[in-house]
């Protein structure tokens, strides 16, 4: 570059700059390299279905709706820093996990995968702090479930709620497993990597 005039060599720069901040946007706002808006991503939480079952599938749950079992129960086990809280049957593990699978979810929208089946839950209701309850309620309705990566697993996360009583679009894709969502995030990064080091390589070429 040294035959270059000052202000043309600055302008090379400039652009050789603004290409490279551009597509190094591109790769940190990409969905698969930043965040998790896609069932079975990488999961930035590594606790995250450990801590899932500790407070949905805990073993010794009431199957009843009588609120002074289940104020000794979340007296007892999960506290009551959350008002609402959700609790399967903790024989329901497997089923549970599966939803975050192609044999037993479908995409919901985002991270989210609905299950392919209803499964049957109490909902409690709480006062913060007190754990006095308001309400509990046994529910059939269709699991929405954050679906991450988790030591190279897709396993549910997080417990959304299903006001609506919304059920699975026959329509729409299974929920990924953990070796298509990983392909697909590889393949998007090769190809913005080698889109970034094609532009630089042009960038050069032209400077000489």
């Avoid at 729409?172 to 995030?185: F, I, N």
């Amino acid at each position: 570059m040294a035959g270059l005039a000052p202000p043309v060599l600055l302008q090379r720069l400039s652009l050789s700059t603004t290409c490279c901040v551009l597509l190094l946007l591109m790769l940190a706002s990409h969905p698969a390299l930043a965040k998790t808006d896609a069932p079975c991503q990488r999961s930035k939480w590594n606790n995250g279905f450990s801590t899932f079952v500790r407070r949905h599938l805990l073993p010794g749950t009431p199957n009843t709706e009588n609120k002074n079992a289940w104020f000794k129960f979340i007296k007892d086990n999960t506290g009551c820093g959350r008002p609402t809280q959700s609790f399967l049957p903790s024989d329901d593990l497997d089923r549970v996990k599966a939803v975050c699978s192609s044999q037993g979810g479908k995409v919901y929208k985002d991270n989210l995968c609905i299950s392919r089946k209803p499964f049957t839950f109490f909902t409690v209701r709480s006062e913060k702090d007190t754990c006095g309850i308001k309400s509990v309620k046994e529910e059939t309705k269709y699991l929405i479930l954050a679906c991450e990566n988790v030591d190279n697993q897709c396993v549910p996360v997080h417990f959304e709620g299903n006001p609506t009583d919304a059920k699975p679009d026959n329509n729409a894709r299974a929920c990924q497993d953990p070796d298509k969502a990983g392909a697909s995030a590889i393949g998007m990064t090769t190809w913005l990597l080698w889109l970034l080091t094609s532009v630089i390589m042009v960038l050069i070429v032209n400077a000489h």
